[in-house]
Each structure stands twice: as structure tokens, then as C-alpha cells.
């Protein structure tokens, strides 16, 4: 095989997007399992045509093709070694116009339609898709039709494959056919005699059955969630030839999807969640099957291990293990309450929609919380998909928790309790599976799901991670039999090979040898698990922003993460795509769209901190190199600003020279920044030279002169003083110039950054007694109390400032009587207020919402997101435009919406993009609001 042949003829044959390079085959060598398998390349269709020309292409040049939605399969099913991936989210992603049939309750999909798209369209209907994983919006249909999704809803709807009509197939072959769901026995007669390739399939499958029935009809357990293996009863006479049944959950093994006919189901008008809390989740095991007659919509168990927030333990009842019913409002939600009540379970009942949202965020970020213990030990996938009969749910249960205690390992179970199914990660040793312990635990475990009549997967599917255990589950002649059903398909073996049919060892190709525990980067390439979350079908979230704009993997919170992986492991192994190391240009083009926002940081559900590692990568990327302009001129920034006011008037000379559109265009190539976006400009004087603290036997605090309100923007510090002196403190200054170092952490320059730390930690040294250090821009706050003892871990003097920082609006919150203000007038108590990235990842904004309410003062803040400038990213060359986009994801509209509202922005960065991108308008830090309401 020719590989650049097969990559020059794909380039001239596809419309849509194909890479064979290095960055891509590392991003797609991972789904969320345990294992690793680099593809040939990744090819991203924008068209059903595109499918067609690239399995041709692939079947001349003998070429395995698998195709992939999200990407967040756990059973390794979405990654082939040396196969053609196709990414089918972006180009066959798109849902029409009349998509949905509220008639027939039915909905046309492309298999790259992301699921929470498709219940956005059948909403207004009032109707929704019934299956809902908790990678709702990110997983796609043909993914849910590949794996059999099901999700908390399917006790009440069914799984995917309950739902789906029909399916438009292309084979290896070329052929296209459509298959339906069950048939009358007139419709099977019709389909033996159809003529070509699809009659031959038809009387192919009709033989497998007709040869088989007692096989079929025996040897398939019966229970809810019987995820493992291929459907082959489906065929049998009585199940109507159900050839929709039988090709859901195979995997991509047998056909491509190039679309799909679901049923959808009536939407409740109003739920209520009914939270039952017991003793352990055994007890809740045990507790649902009572519950199950009363049909609640769902009935979802965890133990409390998986609640790491205080928050959250507020909003459930007592308890070490809890059930989440859903239940139609009213009447529907009483019985079940009083079933539970009848239990002698604890009970909350939430009612209202941010409530149930609120809580079910918890559940379902639960496959992101099992991954790390309590103690931070990691837990893998490879066991966390089994499934028994709900009645066996508890002893299981019971058996399993002595096995896993049998041999050494831990985890917290969770998972869809109504129908018997159980996730569970494990702190499996897969650095160094050569012991055989994964093995031995993942067939005794087999074989324990087995004796309860269950199955190896509940919703999963096998991938490598089951699939040679399918022994253990099904006799000789049927794996046989699944061998057959294939072939009819696929009898090349072209489509995602080694899976459900010669499967790949379960303990070959894990991801996790290969990665050194020793450095910060290698804790974010373990850490993330590939769940997702920041590939999310969702505008209104922080993270990750560059990812939103580009919709490229590579551009990810994940993928970033797993080239990083890719780095580590060829500068240990010397193998895989990524061979040049610190210097690998495909690391850096991936990571120099990474805004360092620290969205990953909160609200990835395992915590990956892209902008920490980030600044690892350009710091050792870099050393001993000459680096862009622009990190010399935004990293050096405070020692600029504060050389050019040291020099009388040089501040109004540049302000002035700014002013001057050839000299700004001038200042903008020397500082390397990019010739978009306008310098902003620069005081005459800072606000340190001019400001002078009262005598006062007020209680005195310290104010934190950040770089860009000391230089840039002093009025925001000038209010901060203003407003705690006329609350009764009295604001001093540090003995000499201060700095977070943030502006060196972001651009790599560890070392400057860490010299700039201790020379911080000198001058507050000679500063007066122990005093709370008040920060009002928050990126600088952020940076103290979260870096600098990362970056200083053996100086006490940096946890003992980190531990002394507040935020201006904590501040207040502590200590100032904010309830003596006189109530502000009308025209001052609104205002739209945005979040900076780092307030929303490391700090929160609790604080501010409780001084806005006690200040009588109605600020509507809106959903997190990035502004896009994110300090130093928006200046820098090539990145303007991924800046616009993701302000235009929420900020731009809600300004557009409210022109006339006030906005608040305690972030430098936020204000000046506003300013920028909306047509000058004006933010104001919160020390600016509250400093209009004082007398």
C-alpha cells in the first residue's frame, strides 16, 4: 500500500478535510478506554458522497475504515490501529429543517447529529429522543446506534435501539440498503426475493436464523441492559426479522450509518426529582426494585464517594448512597415519595428546573469524579459497564465489592440502578500490566456477571475492552455465529476489525505504559480520560473556547492532552507519531490557540489544567531558543509599564504616540502583537505615583497594585481605595513594586516568573503587619493564590500570601456592613456582568453575588464563557479571530441584546474586549458601581 497515494487520491476524491499528519493520528489514537491504537489517518466527511468515495478508496487500497462520532467510547470501539478515522461530527453533524415529524414522532438523522441538537429540534413539538447519555451533548446518534446507548431515561424509553426506525447503510462493498425494524411475515417474504447484493444479505441472515432458532432462542439472556455481543435473536421469526436490532450496538463492524429514522417519545410537561437517600448504594440496589412498578422516568444510584462537593452533599438527603427518580410532576412524584418515605429512606424532593439540573450535573459527572478516589488514586475503565437483572442488582453488587476487595483494588459504583447496570473504575496497576492482575480481575469479574444472568456491557459495548471475554458469556456456536453475521456484512474485514469479532488481547495496546508520573504534563495526559466535556455541543461554557471557534480536536482540552501524551511517551519510548519531543511543532500549533482561560481547569470533570501545562510546554519548548516577539513585550509587560512611568511624561508620550495610526502600527510590530487589535492606551501617570493613604486609625489593608489597574486602568484601584476607606478601612500600598507574574507564567517564561514571585515575596516582607492582601483585578488573585505556592513550594511565605488573598468582593463580603448603604436609585442598581475565566476557575463568584444582594443592587451575571482576549492570547499574531469568536459565543450577543444595560467586568482583559468589540462601550469593575452608591 501506497500511504501518500492513498492521501493524494483521498485529497482529490473528499470535499471535506483530510489530515494524515502527525498531531491528528495522535488525537485520534485515543477514545475514553485504556487503550491506544494510532490511526493511518483522519478524513472528516462533509457529505454522505465523501463516505461513499473514502470506503472505495479504502477497499482499493485494503485500508480498514472506522467510523467515529464523539469519540468518548470506553470499551476502546473508536480507534483502530493504521485504519482511515472518520470524524463524522462537523460535516454530517447538521440536522433539516423538517427533520422532525411531529405526526409520526419521528426525526431524520445524519449519524453526526449530536444528540442534545436533536431534543433542542423536537423540543417545540414537545417531544424528545428517549435514550440520553450523560455525554448528551457531545455524543452523536450514529455513536449511540454503534455502542446501543441508553442513559438515565431508558428505564422509561428504551435503549437506542428501542427507538430507531430505520437505518441507511453503506457496506464495504458499495452497496446502500435501508433495514427496518420489525417485519410482518408478508414484508420478510418480500425481502427473501429482493434482487442483488441486498437479496443475497436478506436470504443470508434468514438462513443464520432458520439454521439456528434453538441456539438463538436459548442462549441470549433476557434482562434490560444485555449490551454485549451482536443481536442475533433478533432474527428469529417472532422478533418480526428485526435487522434494525440486530445492527445496532455492532460497533461499526458491519456498515456505516448515512442515516437513521428514531422515534421520539412525549415530552413531560413538568418533572420532579425525588432524591431517596439510604445507608450505601447496596441498600439503594435493593430499594429500587420495590420502586420499579411505580414507572418512575428514571432510577439512578451512587454512593457518596462520587460527591465531592459540599455544595452538592447540601442538596441531597442523609445518606452514603442515594437513588435519583424522576417522576412527572404532581401525583406521579407523591407516590413515589411516599414509596421511598414507606422505605424509611431520607427524601428531597427539588421541583424546580435549575434544582434538577443542578443535581443531575453531579450524576453525570460522575464518569469524569470515578476516575480519581478520594485520596487522588486514578481509576481506570475496563470494568464499569456490567449488567444484571435488577433483582440481582444488589447481590451482585455485594460479590463484586468482595472480589475487587479480593484482589486489592478500589472504586466507587454508580450507574443506571433500575436496570441492573453498574459503573464502576477501578485503580487498576496499567502501568505495569505484565503482573496479570488486570486479566485475572476482568475474567473473574466475567464470569461473576455471567453466574447472575447478566451481561458484560449494559451500555457500552465490548470494543477490546470485553470482547474476549464474550467466551465466558456465549457459547462456541454463537460466537461463530457472530463471526457469520459479519462476514455477510463485511466479509473483507474492512470495517473497525478486532473488535467484536477477533477481538484484539484486552490487555494489548493500553495507553497508560509509556507515560512518566514525573512531570506536570504527564499528570494532564493521564489524567484526562477522554470523556469529553470539552467537545461539548454547548456555547455557554468556558471551556474550551478555541476548541468552540475551530471545532478541530486538536484545539481541545483532550486533544491537547493527548498530544501531550504523545510527546511524553516518544521521549521515552522513541515510538509513535510525535518523535521530536519539547521541540514537536504539532504540540506547539495545538497549544498556541489555547487561550490559558483555566475553563478545563473547573469544568472538566477531572480537573485537566491545559493552561498549566501550557506554560510547561513554551518554558521547555523554548529554553535557550529565542522566542516571539510577544512574549518578551506581554510577558515583560509590568517591568515596562512601570520603567515607562518611571520617566516623567513618558506615559503622556506614549499614550499620544498611540493616538498616531503609523506610530501605534509601528509599536505593534516591534512588540510582536497582532495589527488587529489596538494597544490600549496608557495613563500619564500610574495610579501608585499618585495615590496617598489617609492617616487613620481605621483598620488597615493591603492593596494589591496589579500590573493593569496600576498602569493601565487606575481608576478601577482608585475606586477600590475609595470605597474601603469610606467603608471604615484604610488602604496601604506594599513597600515597593509588586508582581503575580502572571504575564510570565502564560507565556512560559517559568524561571523570570518564578524570580519575580520571590523578589514579590521580599517586598511584602518589608510591608507592615499581617495584613488581608485586597486584589481587585481577578487573573492576579487567581495567580496568587494558586501559582505562586505551585510555582514557590518550598518559600512558606507564598502559601502564607495565598492564604491572606481576597478578591475585592470577598473583601466585603468578610468584613464590610454593606447593608448601612443607602439604596441605590434605580438607574445604578442594574447591570450585566461578565466573569473572568480565571474568577470562574479558581476563585468563584459566590462572593460577589452575596455583595451585589446585600449592596441592593440587581446585577443579572451571564452564562460563564470566555471574553476571548484572555490576557496576552488576544494580542498575539494569529489569534484574532478565534478571540471574536469566542466573545460572540455569549458575551457579543448579550451586549447586543441590552445596549443600553451597564456592564460590569471585573477583568481587565473583559473590559478591554468589550470596549474593543462593542463599539466602545464601557465596563466598570465592581469597586466603580459600589463607589457611585456611597455618599
Known sequence: MSVPGLEKALRAAVRGDVDFGAAQRGVYAYDASNYRQVPLGVVKPVSPDDVRAVVALAREYGVPVLARGAGTSIGGQAISPGALVLDVRAGLGALAADAVDPGERTARVGPGVVLDALQRAAAPYGLRFGPDPSTHSRCTLGGMIGNDSCGAHSVAYGRTSDNVRSLDLLLPDGTELTVHGPRTAAERAALLRAPGRAGEIYRALHALSEEHLMTLRQDFPTLPRRGSGIALDALLPERGFDLVRALVGTEGSCALVLGATVALVPRPARTELVVAGYADETAAAEAVVELLPLRPLTAEGMGADLIRSDAARERLPKGGGWLFLEAEAGEHARAIERAVRAQGAAVAVVADAAGQRALWRVREAAAGTATRGPDGQEAWPGWEDSAVPPQRLAPYLRELRALTAEHGLRGTPFGHFGEGCLHLRLDFPLDTPADGRFRRFLTEAAGLAVRHGGSLSGEHGDGQARAELLRLMYPPEVLALFARFKAVFDPGNLLNPGNLVDPRPLDADLRQPGLPRTLPLADGARRCVGVGACVADDPAAVMCPSYAATRDERHSTRGRARLLGELLRGTVTGEGPITDGWRSREVLGALDLCLSCKGCASDCPVHVDMATYKSEFLHRHYRRRLRPRAHYALG???????????????????????????????????????????????????????????????????????????????????????????????????????????????????????????????????????????????????????????????DPRAAQLAAKVRTFAEFLDEHAALEDLPPARAELRGALAQTHCHQHAVLGVAADERVAARAGLDVRRLPPSCCGLAGNFGFERGHHEVSVASAERVLLPALRAEPAARVLADGFSCRIQIAQLADGRRAMHLAQLLRELLP
Open 636 to 794: 515583560s509587560l509590568p517591568r515596562l509599564l512601570r520603567l515607562l512611568h518611571a520617566v516623567p511624561g513618558a506615559g503622556r508620550v506614549a499614550s499620544r504616540a498611540l493616538r498616531v495610526r503609523p506610530l501605534a502600527a509601528a509599536a505593534r510590530v516591534l512588540a510582536g502583537t497582532a495589527p488587529e487589535r489596538p494597544l490600549p492606551p496608557i495613563p500619564a501617570r500610574s495610579f501608585t505615583q499618585t495615590y496617598r493613604p489617609c492617616p487613620s486609625p481605621a483598620q488597615p489593608v493591603l492593596l494589591w497594585p496589579d500590573t493593569f489597574g496600576n498602569h493601565l486602568d487606575p481608576d478601577v484601584l482608585e475606586a477600590g481605595a475609595q470605597v474601603l476607606t469610606r467603608l471604615g478601612f484604610r488602604p496601604l500600598l506594599p513597600a515597593g513594586p509588586v508582581c503575580c507574574g502572571l504575564t510570565q507564567v502564560s507565556t512560559g517564561r517559568l524561571d523570570a516568573a518564578r524570580r519575580t514571585m520571590a523578589r514579590t515575596l521580599g517586598v511584602l516582607a518589608r510591608t507592615s503587619a499581617d495584613l488581608p492582601v485586597v486584589v481587585l483585578e481577578p487573573s492576579c488573585a487567581a495567580a496568587l493564590r494558586e501559582e505562586l505556592p505551585r510555582h514557590l513550594p518550598d
